[in-house]
């Protein structure tokens, strides 16, 4: 297989050495169902991570609360001694529960703990980027999120950490941790359908900052949207590949996570950063959230809210 090299263009993270190709991967679902437990497929999770990187991925997202370990593990089984153009990039302020629950927390005990998990389950001495996620789901709660960032910058003083970014945060809340620490990238939910951080996102540009959107194909629930299909049509491209290609033109500091365990899709996913998308096809993908509104209205109707 043909390495594919600048995937879908580079990006330079701000006050660091780190060039990444804006098309990566994102390690979530190579856990079990509910991002819990062990993969059904041990081997396909393997050879997915193998061929994302021999395909041009140098940027890798991750999290030791994803299993929890398992997927650390399999990175580390996968890549080991991990490339040296390859950037891990983890997270903290969360943990798994018994029974699958997402427990978030920004203690100190929980943050060096988990600090600590991943260096372990990964295998390095030192975490390239550490995110720390703030409070709430799929948006942020506006909880402080000062005290966890000023114990990430101690685990950066002792070395276990390079760099420092944000998951899950507001605006506000991104100028009162980088009043503590350099923030490299922020990690928010954005997508197609989901564009509250539009202004956010062209701060951060503005700064250099990289801007990651989590669930950029829509999450537990895929974007779903007549303008989308038919523009895939018209495109010759899935709708998931649009909507990639559509985050690749959004911004220049956007860098993608797409995540899969399979081959095949992942094969799927990468060519999206090939897919050329003409002002007129943008045009019709800015109808997407509008359509998103409206199936969201008329769900609250449907149900009474």
């Known amino acids: 297989m043909a390495k594919l090299n600048e995937l879908g263009g580079v990006f330079a993270l701000p006050g660091t050495e780190m060039t990444i190709n804006r098309m990566g991967y994102g390690a979530m679902q190579l856990a079990g169902p509910q991002v819990f437990g062990p993969p059904r497929d041990r ?48 997270k903290v302020g969360a943990k798994r529960g018994p029974n699958a629950e997402w427990i978030q927390g920004q203690s100190r005990e929980l943050l ?87 202004a956010f996102i062209d701060e951060l540009a503005a700064e250099g900052i990289a801007y990651v959107p989590f669930f950029p194909l829509g999450g537990f629930s895929p974007l779903q949207s007549t303008t989308l299909n038919e523009v895939a049509a018209e495109t010759g491209a899935t709708p998931m590949q649009v909507a990639l290609a559509w985050l690749m033109r959004r911004s220049p500091n956007m860098l993608l996570i797409p ?12 060519a999206a950063a090939d897919i050329q998308l003409s002002e007129d096809v943008l045009d019709k993908l800015d109808g997407v959230a509008k359509d998103a509104k409206r199936a969201e209205l008329h769900g609250a109707t449907a149900s009474g809210h």
């Not at 990187?53 to 299993?67: L, P, R």
């Not at 939910?189 to 509250?196: H, I, S, W």
């Not at 995540?259 to 990468?270: F, P, Y």
Request: glycine share 6%; net charge negative.
């Open 43 to 90: 081997d396909e999770a393997i050879a997915v991570v193998r061929e994302a990187v021999e395909s041009g991925v140098n940027h890798i997202d991750t999290a030791d609360f994803y299993g929890p370990h398992v997927v650390n593990e399999i990175l580390c089984e996968a890549l080991y001694p991990y490339p040296a153009e390859l950037t891990l990039v983890t």
């Open 112 to 198: 060096e703990n988990s600090v600590d998990d991943n260096l372990r389950n990964l295998g390095v001495d030192t975490l390239d980027v550490v995110n720390l996620r703030g409070s709430g789901l799929m948006t942020p709660d506006g909880s402080s999120v000062v005290e966890g960032m000023e114990v990430l910058a101690e685990l950066q003083q002792q070395g276990k950490i390079r760099h420092i970014g944000l998951s899950n945060v507001s605006p506000e809340q991104f100028r009162a941790a980088r009043n503590v620490a350099p923030v490299v990238c922020i990690q928010n939910f954005y997508n197609l359908a989901n564009r509250a951080d539009e």
């Open 259 to 270: 995540g899969t365990s399979t081959r095949a899709h992942l094969r799927e996913n990468l």
